[in-house]
C-alpha cells in the first residue's frame, strides 16, 4: 500500500528552486521520509533523509510540516543535470540489512527546462 | 560513479538460456540487495544478503538464483527466463547498521528476453 503521493510530474526552469511535494498522511511517529532520486538510465540517488526537523544537506533541503503529515524536497537552484523521477519514501529508521525494505513509489518526474 | 559496478550493462537472452548477473561493491559495506524495475513499475525488491547469508526472497521465482560469495560480490543467475522478466534488474549495497542505511545503487544491467 502507498504510503506517500506524489504528483506525476513536474516542471522546474533552470536556475529556479524546485519545490518537490510529498503527502504521506498516515506517517507514524517513528517513520522518517526519505528521498531518493533516478536520472534516466541509471540506479536511484540517495539525497536526503529526516524525522521532524528540517535537514539540509549539500544536494538539497528538505522541510517538514509541524504535523509531519506532508514535506517538500527543495532543490534550490535546479540544473538541467537535475532531471530525474524522484520518489519520496516513508520508513521506520532503515539502517539497511535485514532491517527490512524500502518501498519506492512513482515518484515524481521532475524535468528542468532551460 | 557510485562504487557499485554492474555487469553487463545490456544482456539479450532466449527463453532456454543461462546467464548471470553481476555485482561488485568497492564500499566495504555488508549489505547487498537486488531489485527489479520494469517498464512503468517501481521498483521491486528480489533479495537481500546480510553478512553473505541471504535475509529476504521476496516470493521471487525460482528461474531467478541469487548467490553472495563474499561481501563485495553478489550474482543473479538466470535461467529458462519468461519475455515479462525483462527488466532493469539494479544491485545495491549500504552498510547494515550503525548509519542512516542509505542504499547506493549500481547503473543496472537491462535484460531482454526474447
Known amino acids: 500500500d502507498a504510503k506517500t503521493t506524489q504528483p506525476p510530474s513536474m516542471d522546474c526552469a533552470e536556475g529556479r528552486a524546485a519545490n518537490l511535494p510529498c503527502n504521506h498522511s498516515t506517517i507514524s511517529g517513528n517513520e522518517y521520509v526519505y528521498w531518493y532520486r533516478q536520472i534516466h538510465s541509471q540506479g536511484p540517488q540517495y539525497i536526503i533523509h529526516?524525522?521532524?526537523n528540517n535537514e539540509t544537506n549539500e544536494m538539497a533541503s528538505l522541510i517538514i510540516t509541524e504535523d509531519r503529515k506532508s514535506s517538500t524536497l527543495i532543490l534550490p537552484h535546479a540544473t538541467l543535470r537535475d532531471t530525474a523521477v524522484y520518489y519520496c519514501?516513508?520508513?521506520?529508521?532503515?539502517?539497511?540489512?535485514?532491517?527490512?525494505?524500502?518501498?519506492f513509489g512513482k515518484g515524481t518526474k521532475l524535468s528542468v527546462k532551460p | 560513479e557510485t562504487g557499485v559496478t554492474q555487469t553487463p550493462r545490456h544482456l539479450v537472452m532466449g527463453m532456454t538460456n543461462k546467464k548471470s548477473l553481476k555485482c561488485e561493491q568497492h564500499l566495504g559495506h555488508n549489505a547487498m540487495y537486488w531489485y527489479k524495475q520494469s517498464a512503468k513499475k517501481p521498483l521491486e525488491l528480489m533479495f537481500v544478503?546480510?553478512?553473505?547469508?541471504?535475509?529476504e526472497n521476496n516470493s521471487v521465482p525460482s528461474r531467478f538464483s541469487p548467490e553472495c560469495p563474499n561481501s563485495s560480490h553478489l550474482f543473479l543467475h538466470l535461467h529458462t527466463l519468461q519475455p515479462e522478466d525483462s527488466a532493469l534488474y539494479l544491485c545495491a549495497s549500504s552498510q547494515g547498521t550503525g548509519n542512516t542505511g542509505e542504499l547506493f545503487f549500481g547503473e543496472g544491467s537491462r535484460l531482454t528476453v526474447l
Open positions: 544478503y546480510s553478512l553473505e547469508e541471504r535475509v
Open positions: 519514501i516513508v520508513s521506520r529508521l532503515w539502517t539497511g540489512g535485514s532491517q527490512g525494505n524500502l518501498i
Open positions: 529526516g524525522l521532524k
